[in-house]
């Protein structure tokens, strides 16, 4: 009986329906739109009524959907499908877009790509970035951030060393940069935490095929990243439990010389600091390779939706140049539109180079189910043991492999 | 002299334990209402500032302004009041039967009606949301009231029925023997006399049901939005909003302590307000 | 007159408690909703050799013990002192309530920022008087930070207690006291022989209701620390809610969430024989 509750919702999802035709997309449609901003000041009502006046026949309803670290956003919207009854679309991170095609809840978009006007406007490795791994375009992006370094340009100069460009420079400079309540580097050790993490140890030569957390590289990576809190005490005592408010207020009181975070935080920054902070990519290994993240946000039409065609306007209008544009600024994030990125005005320019200089390095993490449960409870458990020094960092190496591969 | 001796243990006994008590209280609430009248760079400056130099209402004016924070105050109003409403209206019949009569299954009802209690919710979160799409009851008051229901029927059921037991049944025998009808007892002896009983429940289920956040956010859209809901949408992904969080966290307090301002006169009647007496 | 609330408790309680029950027999993953096998106890046996599963029970025991003995203690303190007659008792009774009134997410970020390492009042303040010399990491300490969340718990809880026994102790005759007070009795014999005695059924059922929230609730830990640092901070209850959505194994989330019932009806069954006794008398 309650196996049948779970299968209507599924039925539902997974029953595609035929498409409307054209004679029904001029029908007045209401559309249900669901986002979540970090400022509920703003609002999307303006781009609504622009889109509105555009499309006459087609409303649109906007859901803003608490965040939640995450966690809120993605439960409601996966009961939602389960019950049969998700928005038409709605805002969505790649680290969620395996376990919705394992649902069946996403619509391709590749034929309505296909003939965007849109779509030369936004740069061909943001689309390769967003590509399902069964090499159909589910998702339309919308925003994009890269995480880079900050640095305190006042403490390095009162230390006397450069912005780091390897880890060997980072340990340096973190080293020269900690004194009495100063540390060299706030490391986030709470949950979405992993960013810092990957940056050294992924960089570093760990993967997540089978294997490739344990192999010598990895672990040995992995080793050194530890000791940079274990041996070498370059990250605060708070580290474990760190999230991002507390590395970025750390940083902007002066008690950390150096952070990993992205352009979101870049005006917060320099209106609490100036001249005194600026960006460089995240450092590399000594072989030249390096990873860092590349925090993606982008559309999706849902499978279950009736009104797809007026869906796909709705989040096609969005990404496309000055509307584009105009989202971000309640955002603070970047325009994925080249159109957009020239004359881009919304943040400092060392932030924005510091970003664009990123992105060769720039990745997501693996497109699978489990990732996401990763991010949120593996990698931070497990680090935070790490840390702390109740496990050894190989075994913290061992748990994650476990947990991807069995 | 003994006055004075006994104004004196009136101050040491009970006047500065109670105003420690108050204290322990307020002091984090104190805290968070000083921090939502800083400006937003005097909240994440070291060393700490305590006191604001310039106190500012601007957050509070944004959060009237240019949120829906009043309209969601007035829907959080809505659903506790409903939540309250229901779970006593169910409650407190139930609980008279389970005080006043003797029948079969009594105990083993009582008892299903605690371990319900004990199931955590939050793994009822997602047959409930199927239940109230089916029932088309989703983004409504139902749907949040019927919700809190789940935590304030069995609570309220068990509350009722320990209050109801400590009032002698002699007195309601001693009225249906001076010709009260049963319901005639029940409104003019019994629920007279479990008023605090009933207040305190109903308090519980009015402050539970104000702050719960889970059911409210799986089972509301934007049509229902609650205060708890609302407070969450100031923390973001990559900010949390200090000013409004903590200029809604003040007034969310508000309407629950002005509310058990007024009812706690309501605490005193009962026993001690001379019914055994007479 | 029991029809309603049997009626709406089942549709609404039990229903949900018995698909979830179910859920918790198959592999039930929320994304392969298609896709749930049956597998008897497998969840549950998976449980039995889970070592978070067991260091969560542990963490659990101490997380009910002290909040809810912390929140008693302190709530039937305050209702004895609030019942006592003073010029502001009625501001008194009505500013001791706030910290129930705020909601369990505010409450957990304003604790945690309270604690925070760099920008808290706490450190601030202790490191100001010198009872500390430099500021202490509380949340990400495994020794200090189930604590700092009992504290945090107990803040918001007492109240609750407060105002319960408060109730409670209007209910007591004032011929009881009299007659005490001519027998001779002092203030601790009173207490000792009149109001825990007429108290002990409300107390036992506040209790009782309590020690099932405390160990159900998860929502100030979530925002506080997330279970950690590492797994300090990780109840039975936090574990399910993060087996079923974060891991979305909805079936082995449900099976801890049964077991934790199980557990709690061990726990209280002494209870549950003294208050159902009392509501039988």
């Known amino acids: 009986m309650q196996r049948r509750q779970f299968l209507v919702g599924a039925a539902g999802a997974a029953a595609a329906l035929p498409f409307a035709g054209r004679a029904r997309a001029q029908a007045p449609v209401t559309i249900r739109w669901w986002y979540h901003f970090d400022n509920p000041q703003h609002s999307p009502a303006e781009l609504v009524t622009r889109f509105e006046r555009e499309n006459p026949g087609i409303k649109v309803q906007a859901e803003s959907v608490p965040w939640g670290g995450g966690n809120d956003y993605a439960t409601r919207l996966y009961a939602a499908i389960i019950a049969g009854s998700p928005p038409d679309c709605a805002m969505v991170k790649l680290n969620n877009q395996a376990r919705l095609l394992e649902m069946k809840a996403l619509e391709p978009l590749d034929r309505q790509v296909a003939g965007w006007f849109g779509r030369t406007d936004i740069p061909d490795n943001i689309w390769a970035i967003n590509k399902a791994t069964d090499g159909r375009q589910y998702y339309l992006p919308l925003q994009y951030v890269v995480l880079y370094l900050y640095y305190r340009a006042d403490l390095f100069q009162r230390a006397n060393v450069a912005p780091p460009k390897t880890f060997d420079e980072f340990l340096r400079a973190a080293q020269a940069t900690t004194r009495d309540d100063v540390w060299g580097f706030g490391m986030r050790g709470g949950a979405g935490g992993h960013d810092h993490w990957a940056s050294f140890v992924l960089g570093g030569g760990a993967t997540f095929d089978k294997g490739g957390m344990v192999s010598e590289k990895a672990l040995a990576a992995n080793r050194w990243f530890v000791d940079l809190a274990r041996v070498h005490k370059v990250f605060p005592p708070s580290a474990p439990n760190d999230g991002f408010r507390q590395i970025i207020d750390n940083f902007k009181s002066g008690r950390a010389a150096m952070t990993i975070h992205h352009i979101g935080s870049a005006n917060e920054m320099v209106d609490a600091l100036g001249d005194k902070v600026s960006a460089v990519p995240v450092p590399r290994a000594a072989d030249g390779k390096g990873w860092t993240s590349f925090g993606d946000e982008s559309n999706a039409v849902f499978a279950a939706s009736r009104n797809k065609e007026a869906a796909f306007k709705w989040i096609a209008f969005l990404s496309a140049g000055a509307n584009n544009v105009d989202f971000n600024k309640f955002t603070g994030q970047l325009t994925v539109t080249k159109s957009g990125a020239s004359g881009w005005s919304l943040h400092p320019k060392r932030f924005v180079d510091a970003t664009f200089d990123s992105l060769p390095i720039a990745a997501v993490l693996p497109d699978h189910p489990k990732t996401a449960d990763f991010t949120r409870t593996v990698w931070p458990q497990n680090m935070q043991r790490a840390l702390l020094g109740q496990i050894g960092a190989d075994e913290m190496m061992r748990a994650i492999e476990r947990h991807f591969h069995g | ?278 | 007159m029991l029809a309603p609330a049997v009626l709406t408790t089942t549709a609404i309680v039990f229903f949900p408690v018995a698909q979830t029950v179910l859920l918790s027999l198959r592999d039930a993953v929320l994304y392969r909703p298609q896709d749930m096998p049956f597998v008897g106890l497998a969840n549950y046996k998976r449980a039995l050799d889970d070592e978070i599963f067991w260091i969560s029970v542990g963490n659990s025991l101490v997380w009910v013990v002290l909040a809810v003995g912390l929140q008693f203690l302190l709530g039937f303190a305050t209702a004895l002192l609030l019942n006592r007659s003073f010029s502001w008792r009625a501001a008194a009774r009505a500013l001791v309530v706030v910290p129930w009134a705020l909601p369990s997410v505010i409450i957990g970020l304003m604790w945690t920022w309270m604690y925070d390492f760099n920008l808290g009042v706490f450190n601030d303040t202790l490191v100001r008087v010198g009872i500390l010399d430099k500021p202490v990491a509380w949340l990400a300490s495994p020794d200090a930070a189930l604590y700092a969340i009992v504290l945090a718990l107990t803040w918001q809880g007492f109240p609750f207690f407060a105002v319960v026994i408060l109730a409670g102790l209007q209910a007591i005759p004032a011929e009881l006291y009299e007659a005490a007070a001519i027998d001779g009795a002092n203030g601790w014999q009173r207490l000792r022989y009149v109001t825990i005695p007429s108290l002990a059924g409300v107390m036992a059922t506040a209790l009782l209701l309590r020690t099932i929230w405390v160990a159900n609730s998860l929502d100030v830990i979530l925002v506080m620390t997330g279970g950690g640092p590492g797994l300090a901070t990780h109840t039975l209850p936090l574990y399910a809610f993060l087996r079923a959505y974060s891991g979305m194994e909805f079936g082995y989330g449900a099976a801890l969430a049964v077991l934790l019932t199980l557990a709690l009806l061990a726990l209280v069954v002494l209870y549950v024989a003294r208050a159902a006794r009392e509501a039988a008398r």
Not at chain 2, 122 to 148: E, N
Not at chain 2, 155 to 162: D, E, N, R
């Open chain 2, 1 to 278: 002299m003994i006055v004075r001796r006994s104004r004196w243990r009136q101050l040491v006994g009970t006047e500065l334990p109670a105003l420690l008590v108050v204290i322990f209280a307020l002091a984090p609430y104190a805290w968070m209402v000083l921090s939502s009248v800083k400006p937003t760079a005097d909240l994440a400056k070291v060393p700490l500032v305590y006191l604001p130099g310039t106190p500012t209402l601007a957050h509070y004016g944004d959060l009237l302004a240019r949120t829906s924070f009043a309209a969601n105050l007035l829907n959080s109003l809505i659903v506790a009041l409903g939540a309250v409403a229901l779970g006593l209206a169910v409650s407190v019949p139930a609980a008279y039967a389970f005080s006043r009569f003797r029948f079969p299954g009594r105990r083993p009802l009582l008892v299903v009606f605690l371990v319900v209690n004990m199931f955590p919710v939050v793994l009822l979160i997602i047959p409930l949301f199927v239940l109230m799409r089916i029932l088309g009851l989703l983004d409504t008051y139902g749907a949040l009231i019927l919700g809190h229901g789940t935590f304030a029927i069995p609570f309220a059921v068990w509350m009722m029925t320990s209050y109801m037991n400590s009032i002698p049944p002699d007195l309601d025998e001693a009225a249906m023997i001076d010709g009260c009808s049963r319901l005639e007892t029940i409104r003019r002896v019994v629920l007279p006399l479990a008023m605090p009983g009933v207040v305190t429940t109903g308090i519980y289920i009015f402050i539970t049901s104000w702050n719960e956040y889970l059911f409210a956010m799986m089972l509301s859209g934007h049509e229902v939005r609650t205060v708890t809901v609302a407070l969450q949408l100031f923390i973001g992904e990559f900010q949390i909003q200090w000013g409004l969080l903590t200029a809604g966290g003040t007034l969310v307090a508000l309407p629950v302590t002005v509310l058990f301002l007024f009812v706690q006169r309501r605490l005193v009647s009962g026993l001690t307000a001379g019914a055994v007496k007479t």
